[in-house]
């Protein structure tokens, strides 16, 4: 990048304290002319001063209040929640619970915010590495620089696919088309003369020309109106699943939480402890960290992007990505290599090799940067030769018409210095120049045939003419290019395959090319020509979408056929992918699910495109895609572990409410199961005993907050990427969801009836193992009912105490908070595999996350007094500690290594059997399909245009060796070749016939089996 020297401090200060408070178009520094010479453009002394006078040529970003950002995580319908809860044990002076919930609420607000900041820093500066480039003419020589360096008086260049990077006028030279779409709205493209204003981000749609910058910046009109406009932020697929699963999962909870609040104050419980229960609950329940870590697994996973070379500018694109089930790669630069050389021309004119290249680089823009492909490689030919380098000296340009996909070819006007001489030179699709020239029939004939040579050898043919004396055009020539497939293209494209995505070459090169090309590179023969799109569907023997679907690819198309393309395999439910570097294919970038702008491509087609990359050819996709399914992953797991955890603490929290209410009044004494007289902001609460088991809000906001931790972790596991293409089978995820978490309900309802099985009974003698003090006096002594003899059994021996074999009620609440935190923490190891949990081993993060997880859960079921003693819980012993552990993974290997795997087996099996007739369905559209297109390719040639060239000369050959030696007439050879296609068309149709009967049989065999299966499912 070019930098202008900085101006000393004095001088920028003068500058800066005479700025005109409104700029005019053109406006400069006092002393200075408006604008540079066309001939020489701006020194850079002249560019530094006006650059401090006028600042960067760079929309000013609306900056957000970082102190408000942070404020923002702190309000929301979660944060208010926990509010809420921290408002209540306000209200109840529970301090510890308080300083639990303020701990919560602000750990969420400031991770969130911190993470949330640095993905956005991240994105940014990922789109920092797009900055648009212009071609600035400074001290007489062409240069690409940034455009934010441009300032007004500039000298620039507009070209095809050029996104116009300042407001300027144009200069002298050929009409401009331009694309105002984004700024006015106009559909069509405006044809702009020289004098004309061109405003900043309009693109250039054809031609080429000079302009004077007029304004930058925020004065621009672009920038003008950017002030108005607010931008509004699409929803991604992504978050859209991620919305239903959280509108899921809160319906959910909210149903049973009310459910569970009426029980409770039916119950007789406190109307603020009841709140505070069921908000918690509430609070623990709904997945707080989605946002946080859905952001964080994209933003990790676009950094590790950017270093392999693919720059996201939406972060939602990643995971689409990961669910692409259809390429369609441009040919050149894409999957070949974008080098051009020059091979023996074909020389049809009075001219030699030399000259007919020397014309080509007449018809070429002399520029010393920013040429294209052909026109650098002509360039550099020429100027090998030392004389064509003298000689092109004295050739003047005086008008240049520039390449664009319509025309397709390059004229420019010149004139001989030294003989005063003035006429035009041109290049381009040799069909086109042909026409133009309009030679006698052998002239044709062999420049075609050379072409139709060099295409079947993979060579792109250029046609060269000239005017003569009397104006009027010559063919010349014709060039062969020839730009060979990448080394690795081959191999990359089968391992595309592999994944489960068939790749498409949609190409503007001529058919018998790309057909070519395809070949060399395994991806078939089925190339279609853009006629195809104007055909009936009875001319085309299908449908448009059936064809689309069912070809190889497509040569000489437009842009608006790229786009209808794309468009076609949207609709007929395809995730598609498109890569292009040309403002060509900018359309098909913006519609297709995932637009890919390959390296080197034009500033229209990276704004168009969602990733950009730096790196050359198709490895970089590959590895992009790989690294995308591995990102969706992490997100799958995590929504499969979040719907586990919520279904564990909802309903297993309903069952105890609900399903051991009696049981609880039974199994502990009234002492036990006291809450005490407590003191709130409205008075005194009554000391009463609790009759439903509940755990305190300590236990549940832990629970939450341990969870939350162990969650951001999952944004860096190990996991390997798919096979196929992924998608959001909800089914299948909450499914699996539910039968992990209906296995931890299950497994902490019945620890839970251990527990209450396990305790010394409500009254004096209806258990044993009892104290004496938990039970009333009478007349001032213990009642002699209380039976103290120690409980024995398993149960008693390993989970009650050591010398009554019983366990108190708060004791109970601290076995099933270990219990639930531990068997959930232990789910997110098996919610991220198919197979057994050992199958994969846990990323460093996630492994370690879970090793403290643990450790802070039992330092708190051992130690939960020292916290405070009014927490309605005590601290268990080492030997209940490993009973609870010893339970907790009993369960664990019933979920993971049996439930899992056999739910998945069974909705593997499901699936079989209800695609058994799709894949019926296939076989015959597969094989029908093939045998369609071949009866395409028989009847209308090569990409459908008629019979080909080699065609035409294999029955000519063939007449000649029959021994007719006159040319047959032009009636003769049509009667020839129709009653030819309609013989090979009697012979497909009869092989067609003979093919349908033999797949009628095999669909008749598969229905019968499939009707068999259907049974044994019922």
């Not at 319908?77 to 809860?85: E, F, G």
């Not at 932020?233 to 009426?262: D, G, H, Y």
């Not at 909705?907 to 058994?916: M, N, V």
Request: aromatic share 8%.
């Amino acid at each position: 990048m070019d930098v202008p020297p900085v101006p000393d401090s004095s001088t920028t200060e003068a500058l800066l304290d005479n700025r005109y408070s409104q700029l005019e178009e053109g406006s400069a520094p006092p002393g200075m002319a408006s604008f540079a010479p066309v001939a020489t453009g701006l020194t850079e002394a002249e560019a530094s001063l006006r650059l401090a006078y006028h600042g960067p040529n760079c929309l000013e970003e609306k900056k957000k209040n970082l102190c408000l950002q942070l404020l923002s995580y702190f309000w929301g319908p979660m944060p208010i929640m926990i509010w809420l809860a921290a408002l209540i044990e306000w209200i109840n002076e529970s301090w510890p619970d308080l300083a639990i919930l303020l701990t919560l609420q602000f750990l969420n607000g400031f991770v969130s915010f911190f993470e949330e900041k640095n993905a956005g820093d991240a994105v940014e500066a990922l789109k920092n590495s797009l900055t648009p480039k212009a071609t600035v003419k400074r001290e007489g020589r062409w240069r690409i620089m940034d455009s934010k360096l441009l300032v007004p008086g500039d000298v620039i260049n507009l070209k095809l696919g050029d996104i116009i990077p300042a407001d300027c006028k144009l200069l002298d030279g050929a009409p401009l088309q331009v694309d105002q779409a984004a700024l006015t709205g106009e559909s069509l493209p405006v044809t702009m003369y020289p004098g004309d204003a061109a405003k900043m981000g309009a693109t250039v749609k054809r031609g080429e020309i000079e302009a004077h910058v007029t304004a930058t910046g925020a004065n621009t009109f672009f920038g003008k109106a950017a002030r108005l406009v607010n931008s509004v932020e699409n929803v991604s697929r992504f978050q859209k699943i991620m919305f239903k699963i959280n509108m899921v999962l809160l319906s959910t909870a909210v149903v049973i939480t009310t459910i569970i609040m009426i029980v409770l104050l039916n119950e007789g419980v406190a109307l603020l402890r009841t709140l505070a229960i069921c908000v918690v609950l509430l609070v623990a329940s709904i997945p707080i960290a989605m946002q946080l870590v859905s952001t964080s697994t994209m933003a990790v996973g676009a950094r590790r992007l950017a270093e392999n070379g693919v720059i996201v500018s939406r972060l939602g694109a990643i995971e689409e990505m990961a669910g692409m089930d259809m390429l369609c790669s441009d040919k050149t630069g894409t999957l070949t290599q974008n080098k051009l050389k020059l091979y023996e021309p074909i020389i049809v004119g009075d001219v030699d090799g030399r000259e007919l290249v020397f014309n080509a680089c007449l018809a070429a823009k002399r520029m010393e940067e920013g040429q294209d492909a052909i026109d650098l490689c002509i360039t550099r030919e020429c100027m090998a030769d030392p004389q064509s380098k003298k000689e092109i000296e004295l050739y003047q340009e005086l008008a240049f018409e520039p390449f664009d996909p319509t025309s397709k070819r390059t004229v420019a006007t010149v004139k001989n210095t030294a003989t005063g001489k003035t006429f035009r030179t041109c290049k381009g699709m040799c069909n086109i120049v042909l026409d133009m020239c309009n030679p006698d029939n052998a002239t044709r004939m062999k420049a075609v045939g050379g072409v139709q040579e060099l295409a079947d050898r993979g060579y792109r043919a250029l046609g060269v003419a000239r005017t003569n004396d009397n104006d009027e055009w010559e063919f010349l020539g014709v060039l062969s290019l020839f730009d060979p497939p990448r080394e690795d293209t081959k191999d990359t494209i089968a391992k595309a395959m592999e994944m489960g995505i068939p790749v498409k070459m949609v190409t503007g090169d001529q058919t018998a090319i790309a057909k070519e090309t395809c070949r060399s590179l395994g991806l078939g023969a089925g190339i279609l020509g853009c006629d195809v799109f104007e055909q009936s569907d009875a001319e085309r023997q299908g449908s448009l979408s059936d064809i689309v679907r069912d070809a190889h690819g497509f040569a000489e198309v437009f842009p608006e056929h790229k786009f209808r393309i794309v468009k076609m395999l949207m609709d007929s439910g395809f995730t598609c992918g498109m890569t292009g570097d040309g403002v060509n294919d900018a359309p098909a970038l913006k519609r297709a699910n995932i637009g890919i702008a390959v390296e080197g491509a034009t500033d229209a087609a990276r704004a168009a495109a969602d990733i950009v990359l730096t790196d050359p050819g198709l490895k970089t996709i590959i590895d992009a895609i790989l690294r995308a399914r591995k990102i969706f992953a992490r997100v799958r797991n995590y929504c499969i572990y979040r719907i586990s955890a919520t279904f564990q603490l909802v309903f297993f929290f309903f069952v105890a409410v609900i399903g051991f209410k009696n049981k609880v009044t039974t199994s502990f004494p009234d002492s036990q199961r006291m809450v005490a007289e407590s003191k709130t902001l409205f008075g005194e609460s009554a000391a009463s005993a609790e009759t439903i088991f509940t755990l305190p809000v300590i236990a549940l906001v832990a629970i939450t907050l341990l969870n939350d931790g162990l969650i951001i972790s999952i944004c860096k596991d190990k996991v390997f990427p798919a096979p196929k293409p992924q998608a959001w089978f909800l089914r299948e995820i909450f499914s699996i969801a539910v039968t992990l978490g209906f296995c931890l309900v299950v497994s902490n309802c019945t620890l839970l009836l251990v527990g209450l099985n396990a305790g010394p009974g409500a009254t004096a003698g209806s258990g044993c193992g009892q104290f004496a003090s938990d039970y009333p006096y009478v007349n001032g002594l213990p009642d002699p009912l209380v039976n103290t003899n120690k409980c024995t059994g398993f149960v008693a021996d390993r989970l009650g105490d050591s010398d009554l074999g019983t366990i108190t009620y708060r004791e109970l609440k601290t076995i099933i908070y270990l219990s639930l935190s531990t068997s959930g923490f232990l789910t997110i190891l098996s919610a991220r595999t198919r197979g057994a949990f050992f199958s994969r081993r846990t990323g460093g993060y996630l492994g370690a996350a879970t090793v403290v997880a643990f450790i802070v859960t039992n330092l708190m079921a051992v130690g939960v007094e020292s916290i405070s003693t009014g927490l309605d819980m005590d601290n268990l012993a080492w030997k209940q500690v490993l009973f609870v552990w010893v339970w907790v993974l009993i369960w664990f290997i019933i979920q993971d290594c049996f439930l899992k795997v056999a739910a998945y087996k069974a909705i593997d099996w499901y699936y079989a059997i209800d695609k058994s007739e799709e894949q019926v369905h296939n076989i015959l559209s597969t094989n029908i399909e093939e045998e369609r297109l071949t009866q395409r390719r028989t009847s209308m040639g090569v990409g459908g245009r008629g019979n080909s060239i080699l065609t035409a000369s294999s029955a000519n050959e063939h007449g000649a060796d029959s021994g007719v030696h006159a040319r047959p007439s032009r009636v003769t050879f049509d009667a020839k070749m129709r009653a030819s296609q309609e013989k090979t068309m009697r012979d497909s149709y009869d092989v067609l016939a003979s093919k349908f009967a033999k797949l009628e049989e095999e669909m008749s065999g598969l229905r019968r089996e499939l009707a068999n299966k259907k049974d044994k499912k019922k």
